[in-house]
């Protein structure tokens, strides 16, 4: 009965999905960016779905259960934190600019080079992203329809797969109204639920007063504030959020649908949390075996509130999976391999042909990290971890430093990236968990570092940027952020 309810919200979805695909005609454009058409409500609910996914809700629910409130909760803080700095300061300017992917930005900013490294990077990040949304569906069919959990995986694949590739972000769009419209109403139910029948029970130093957890080393204190960095500033340069800001009509629509879908991602993350701290109370000494909420949901919740939130978490899955694929397919079409608009010899557009091609291996990716690292939150957070370690700075420095300059942009991608990536090897841990992807034995770097690497990376790229740029001379250089204008500023260029 749950798998056929849960099945039933799913085929809706994908009915959706596929009716309005015919918006595409064939368009590029339209297929990456909707045309530019869409409007507050569509464009609110696209970033709320990219930031309410199951790594913000099973891996939220995970990390408060194991660790405390703000060990989870930090994961929609963050990242409705990010929306919020993005409305506040880039988001207008973005829409402005008329862009296909936010690495189009690197291109016109810092040049060809720094778009194919800045490209690459985001591919492997989102992929993460992916990987950590196919591992919900995973364990979801294999704790509630039997199979395996590589086939749980697989079977989230396809049903996204197959509406992104025909509708785009038309699909994602109005998918993501009615997903959005499902999980809100399961949060609210849930957390209902829990409230009458057992109470909101938060054990001792584990709520969100107890400010312990972002003050004390030994409560996870250096994870916590690590997670609401990354996620807070390293999720600003994300495809799918900015895939959203360009596709929405206007700039003002753009940065209303940032702050709506902050407060939307912190009414469904929060209560998230909340029901997290409560499980202890409602599963009793024996705990849980696999996710939180799913033992919840399987050995005390009534079957019609099983259905409505599994098709809430399966809902969030499918929203920003589709947004990622859908992002990082474009990427590499487009700024990759160079891909652009224009018509093939049969009278197709080249560019969404492409994208639609690179659906494939970008699946693939994710679908490989997904089964060596069977984890949800972590990957999130280690995902956006990437981005702030190495294109977060020049990003935000590109928009706001006149002396921002392609020399720079490099030292910091290349010292931010490396200085994280050895980090990574090096340290036992990832944000509280083994380091099952790829750990060096050392004696060199001990779990106490993990959360501290998030800063150091992030301010060796920082240091690099400004170094470098304070010792190239300004020079007049064409003014990137009007569509269509060549007006000169001052930014830095190689001293002669």
Same mark, same amino acid.
């Given at each position: 009965?749950?798998?056929?309810?849960?099945?039933?919200?799913?085929?809706?979805?994908?009915?959706?999905?596929?009716?309005?695909?015919?918006?595409?005609?064939?368009?590029?454009?339209?297929?990456?960016?909707a045309g530019r058409s869409l409007a507050l409500p569509l464009s609110a609910a696209g970033l709320m779905g990219q930031a309410v996914d199951t790594n913000a809700t099973l891996g939220n629910t995970d990390l408060s259960a194991a660790a405390g409130f703000w060990a989870?909760?930090?994961?929609?803080?963050?990242?409705?934190?990010?929306?919020?700095?993005?409305?506040?300061?880039?988001?207008?300017?973005?829409?402005?600019?008329?862009?296909?992917?936010?690495?189009?930005? !690197?291109?016109?900013?810092?040049g060809r080079g720094v778009e194919i490294v800045a490209s690459v990077l985001m591919?492997?990040?989102?992929?993460?992203?992916?990987?950590?949304?196919?591992?919900?569906?995973? !364990?979801?069919?294999?704790?509630?329809?039997?199979?395996? !959990?590589?086939?749980g995986v697989l079977l989230i694949v396809l049903v996204v797969v197959g509406?992104?590739?025909?509708?785009?972000?038309?699909?994602?769009?109005?998918?993501?109204?009615?997903?959005?419209?499902?999980?809100?109403c399961?949060?609210?139910?849930?957390?209902?639920?829990?409230?009458?029948?057992?109470?909101?029970?938060?054990?001792?130093?584990?709520?969100?007063?107890?400010?312990?957890?972002?003050?004390?080393?030994?409560?996870?204190?250096?994870?916590?504030?690590?997670?609401?960095?990354?996620?807070?500033?390293?999720?600003?340069?994300?495809i799918d959020f900015m895939q959203r800001i360009f596709a929405a009509r206007s700039p003002k629509v753009a940065q209303r649908a940032c702050f709506v879908g902050a407060l939307g991602t912190l009414a469904v993350g929060v209560p998230f949390s909340l029901v997290a701290l409560s499980s202890g109370e409602i599963l009793g000494p024996e705990g849980a075996e696999g996710p939180v909420l799913f033992a919840v949901l399987e050995r005390a919740a009534p079957p019609a509130l099983t259905i409505l939130v599994l098709s809430g978490i399966v809902a969030a899955s499918c929203s920003t999976a589709n947004g990622a694929i859908l992002g990082t397919s474009a990427v590499a079409a487009r700024n990759v391999f160079g891909v652009r608009i224009g018509e093939t010899p049969s009278g197709s557009d080249q560019l969404l042909r492409a994208t639609r091609f690179m659906l494939l291996p970008v699946v693939g990716v994710a679908v490989l990290f997904a089964l060596r690292v069977p984890e949800t939150g972590i990957l999130l957070t280690l995902a956006f971890d990437v981005m702030l370690a190495a294109l977060a700075v020049p990003f935000v420095l590109g928009h706001y430093w006149r002396r921002s300059c392609t020399a720079a942009a490099v030292a910091a991608i290349a010292v931010g990236s490396t200085v994280r990536l050895v980090l990574f090897v090096l340290t036992p841990t990832m944000y509280g968990a083994p380091n099952t992807l790829w750990y060096v034995p050392n004696d060199l770097v001990g779990a106490g570092l993990d959360g501290w690497v998030t800063f150091l990376a992030a301010a060796a790229s920082l240091v690099a940027f400004v170094v470098v740029a304070l010792a190239r001379r300004p020079q007049p250089v064409p003014d990137v952020f009007t569509e269509g204008q060549q007006r000169p500023r001052r930014v830095a260029s190689p001293a002669s």
């Open positions: 009965m749950i798998i056929i309810g849960v099945g039933l919200s799913v085929l809706a979805i994908v009915v959706i999905g596929l009716a309005v695909a015919r918006k595409v005609d064939g368009d590029a454009t339209n297929f990456l960016v989870g909760a930090s994961l929609p803080i963050g990242l409705a934190g990010c929306l919020v700095l993005t409305g506040l300061f880039f988001a207008k300017r973005m829409n402005r600019m008329k862009l296909l992917t936010i690495a189009d930005f !690197y291109r016109r900013r810092y591919i492997f990040s989102f992929c993460i992203l992916l990987a950590g949304n196919l591992v919900a569906g995973g !364990y979801l069919f294999e704790q509630f329809l039997g199979t395996s !959990y590589t086939v509406y992104t590739a025909a509708g785009g972000m038309f699909s994602d769009a109005y998918t993501a109204f009615a997903q959005m419209i499902i999980t809100v399961a949060t609210l139910a849930l957390f209902a639920w829990v409230a009458a029948r057992y109470g909101i029970t938060i054990p001792e130093g584990m709520g969100p007063f107890d400010l312990g957890q972002l003050g004390d080393t030994e409560q996870g204190a250096p994870m916590n504030w690590a997670t609401l960095f990354a996620l807070g500033v390293g999720d600003i340069v994300a």
